[in-house]
């Protein structure tokens, strides 16, 4: 199995992209290719509709319609040296009924780069936090870099913390990721 992933983005016909998601799963699943192709997501939102009534009402919208994302295995072509998919794996996504190609020049699939997906939220990334709620932590990156304050709430679940740090001689509370604080030794 290969150490390294990347994801790609599949171009799909218009409302057919849970169909193919669930098209490529299932290819996965029965050729026993699931240390090739990882993980298959059609990126979505929730959105409230307000009706015309005014009542209120919970949708999922796609938020890139008529595209597919998807995670794959990756090794690196002896000859360039490049990171390249496997063919079968080219050849499984690219034969799926309903997909019309890889997003990329001539068809050729290009990547997404890390900062894109932090972007689209696809991955979630897995911070442990070794401090609570009333510890003395540093931040260790942003605007209040090196700035010591107490840990107030954490919310692991948006990857957010908030820290009341001493400003102008005010007590402010500050909004920060999980990982951009530390705990004070």
Excluded: C
């Excluded at 990126?43 to 595209?67: A, H, M, N």
């Excluded at 900062?115 to 931040?139: C, F, H, P, Q, W």
């Excluded at 692991?156 to 402010?172: A, D, K, P």
């Amino acid at each position: 199995m290969a150490e390294i992933s990347k994801w790609y983005v599949v171009h799909t016909y218009s409302g057919y992209e849970n169909k193919v998601a669930a098209n490529i799963e299932t290819v996965v699943e029965n050729r026993k290719m699931q240390d090739y192709i990882l993980d298959v997501q059609v990126p979505t939102e929730l959105v409230t509709e307000i009706k015309d009534d005014g009542s209120k009402k919970e949708i999922e919208r796609k938020i890139f319609p008529g595209y597919v994302i998807v995670k794959l295995a990756v090794f690196e072509n002896e000859d360039s040296g490049e990171l390249e998919m496997t063919d079968d794996t080219w050849y499984v996504i690219r034969n799926t009924r309903g997909v019309t190609g890889f997003v990329g020049p001539e068809g050729k699939p290009v990547p997404l780069s890390d900062s894109e997906i932090a972007a689209l939220g696809v991955e979630k990334r897995v911070v442990e936090v070794n401090y609570a709620k009333g510890d003395m932590v540093t931040i260790i990156d942003g605007a209040f870099d090196g700035i010591i304050g107490v840990v107030d709430e954490i919310n692991t679940e948006n990857n957010m913390v908030r820290v009341i740090i001493s400003m102008l001689g005010r007590e402010t509370p500050v909004e920060l990721e999980l990982d951009q604080v530390e705990k004070q030794q």
